[in-house]
């Protein structure tokens, strides 16, 4: 009952923001995103009998060498949960995870971790779960990690119940040489405090509108694989999240002078047929 999985960590083209159930993590809106290989989240699990536990039946989550508690372990804990449920079993996990790539600076590392949780945990659990299915088990932990399970380009589905929201994957011949530079300009914030400002902005229902056009438009442009239209889709998209989400009650403004700095040198590069 021990399994070992790894997944890469996704960025948004058509991001997802706020959540219509934060228990469950149901998103107002479909999302798309791409994986980013070579990162990725290494993550093995093993479902303990009770001759196995050591101290007790106790759930041990470890990641990156250090003991996972409080808000962190329960995001954890409803991954760990619904494979149990799912398992009819009620075995306690020793469970350990590293990251190849720093965690909490925007590169997606809870859609890696937890979708290599969800895998690692349905594989040691015995259960025959299509990628679709398993996305529904990481989406407890993280809706991006629905879009992980499925990889490459991938899309989530809204809904209210686990038959609708799920990942499936998107066929794009994009995949085959697409290389991403990362930027990282340090500005911190709480994911699910945003998901809760951008919720409440008077901008969200226009962009919650404006969403199903976007995918309509991204699907299209990923089944031409045209760098050009799935690009400026996803710049355009960023800025009406970013949007959303710093006109929220707090009024976040996270850009930082070297975020415009970044915007304008991809618009010069780009002049330059870059």
Known sequence: MKAT?????IQGLVKYHGMRDPQ???????????????????????WLTDVDAEG?????????????????????????????????????????????FPSNIGFGSSSSGFAAAAMALVEAAGLDMSLPEISTVARRGSS???????GAFSHLYAGLNDEDCRSYRLESDLEDDLKIVAAHVPSYKETEE???????????????????????????????ASFERVFELAEHDSLSLTAATMTGPSGWVYWQPETIAVFNAVRELRKEGV
């Open 5 to 9: 999985a790894r997944a890469h960590p």
């Open 24 to 46: 469950l993590r149901l998103p107002y809106h479909d999302s798309i995103s791409v994986c980013t290989a070579p990162t990725n989240t290494t993550t093995t699990v093993e």
């Open 56 to 100: 007790g039946n106790q759930d041990t989550y470890i990641i990156d060498g250090e003991e996972v508690e409080g808000r962190a372990a329960e995001r954890i804990n409803m991954v760990v949960d619904h494979v149990r449920e799912l398992a009819d079993f009620d075995h306690a996990v020793r469970f350990e995870s590293e990251n190849s």
């Open 144 to 150: 991006s990690a629905a879009r992980a399970v499925t």
């Open 194 to 224: 945003a998901h809760k400002e951008a919720a409440e902005s008077h901008m969200f229902q226009a962009r919650v509108a404006h969403i199903p056009d976007q995918i309509v438009e991204m699907r299209d442009a990923l089944r031409e």
